[in-house]
């Protein structure tokens, strides 16, 4: 390496880090909410399809601001989007105080829709600008790479919410509906400000989070506004929407990402009913799920300088398939760790269609990563169709069919697109 490039690089270790940070930050608030799920079930005395709209509400907001976003970056590129996604992270984050104050489950969800809002600019810009960091060949690769951090936020956001929102005295339905009313509003509003604290602080991490980055020089491709690009133009997005493979791709991350948030908001509800464990316990399993992921996004990288992205993510498809059905027909403990290692294969799944999607769009990056992260709306879709099928059916285990059915959509994405490469 010339001496020229290694300052370049040293000049972008910094920013580096500051960015690959962002995909520990949202790990946590996405994965909070499967504990939240938990949480409001029993709180609020929800029906699955009611708590299902945890996930509504958050990746709603993703859908939103999505193309708002990558109008943003166009007029002010990807710094000062990322900065704005943390400030908006942040204030989600504090709302919750006055949401717990309240003993609102719609003021919570509105909440969450804000704190959504913020990671749909992080996502939009943080997707794309590791995408472009170095060639397109490895843009997989490193996509993978960046990603491995996200379950680490993702495990982190567990512990903290089995450890201090599930941390009070675990009462059975017919309990609760037998207390008196002086210790139910008591009961209630302990579990209602056991959030406060843990959201309070992190807000004000992602807020001093947002105040680094807009202090730290960053390098020209983070600044740059890129007019010329003309992001978000109605001529852009029309063009994409012409490109079939790319639009495979937005179905496929759609598909995905239901299956990937189903999944991990009925594993402790699923933990509850096939195995009759605890809802601590539950966030035990799912707490292992998130480190077979973390480990997953690893391997699954170090894989890809081996074999081939598209055909690691059809094997991946395949197997997450076959262990939602096996979750299905089989409950009980087995059931529960088949849903567990299911998070394993799920690893390389968003940034594999991520980076396969983009492959190739150049000046159409940006765009294209706006319709992708939209595409995360499958998570708010998803969760409660499998919370519909689980009041419908009478049966937790029948609703895993759903995610079933995205893993293998998102099989035939890996086929189609290995047939259309070159």
Not at 22 to 38: E, H, K, P, T, Y
Not at 50 to 63: D, E, P
Not at 199 to 204: D, F, M, Q, T, V
Not at 381 to 406: K, Q, R
């Amino acid at each position: 390496m010339s001496a020229e490039a290694q300052m370049i690089a040293r000049r972008r270790f910094a920013p580096f880090v500051l960015i690959v940070a962002l995909f520990f930050l949202w790990g946590v608030a996405n994965n909070l909410n499967d504990v939240l799920i938990a949480h409001f079930k029993k709180l609020f005395t929800l029906s699955d399809l009611q708590a299902g709209l945890v996930q509504s509400a958050f990746y709603l907001g993703y859908f939103c601001l999505a193309i708002p976003a990558a109008l943003f970056m166009q007029k002010q590129g990807y710094r000062a989007a990322v900065t704005l996604g943390l400030c908006l992270y942040g204030l989600g984050a504090f709302l919750f105080w006055p949401a717990a104050r309240a003993e609102s489950y719609p003021f919570f969800l509105g909440a969450l829709f804000v704190i959504a809002s913020g990671l749909a600019f992080l996502e939009t810009s943080a997707n794309p600008l590791i995408a472009r960091l170095g060639p397109e060949d490895s843009a997989s690769q490193r996509l993978n790479l960046a990603q491995a951090f996200n379950p680490l936020g993702s495990i982190v956001g567990v512990v903290i919410g089995s450890r201090f929102i599930l941390a009070g005295i675990d009462h059975s339905p017919a309990e609760i509906a037998r207390m008196p009313d002086s210790a139910l509003a008591a009961w209630r509003a302990g579990e209602a400000a056991a959030v406060q604290m843990p959201y309070l602080l992190i807000g004000i991490g992602v807020v001093a989070w947002a105040v680094l980055i807009r202090i730290t020089p960053f390098p020209a491709i983070a600044t740059a506004t890129n007019v010329e690009e003309d992001v978000g133009a109605a001529s852009d997005f029309g063009a994409l929407f012409r490109h079939p493979p790319f639009l495979l791709g937005v179905a496929a991350q759609f598909f995905y990402v239901g299956a990937q948030v189903g999944v991990w908001s009925f594993l402790i509800r699923y933990a509850q009913d096939a195995a009759g464990t605890s809802d601590r316990t539950g966030a035990n399993y799912l707490t292992l799920s998130l480190v077979l992921f973390m480990l997953g996004r690893f391997a699954g990288s170090a894989l890809m300088a081996r074999l081939p992205a598209l055909s690691l993510l059809k094997g991946f498809a395949a197997i997450g398939c076959l262990l939602c059905v096996f979750a299905t027909a089989v409950h009980g403990l087995p059931g529960v760790g088949a849903l567990v290692a299911s998070s394993f294969f799920m690893s390389i799944m968003y940034p594999t269609i991520f980076a396969e999607s983009v492959h190739g769009l150049g000046a159409k990056t940006k765009s294209a990563s706006a319709l992708l992260v939209m595409a995360i709306i499958g998570g708010a879709v998803f969760p409660a169709l499998m919370g519909f099928v689980s009041d419908t059916s009478g049966s937790i285990a029948f609703a895993m069919l759903v995610p079933a059915a995205c893993f293998a959509v998102v099989f035939l994405f890996g086929l189609v697109k290995a047939r259309r490469a070159p």
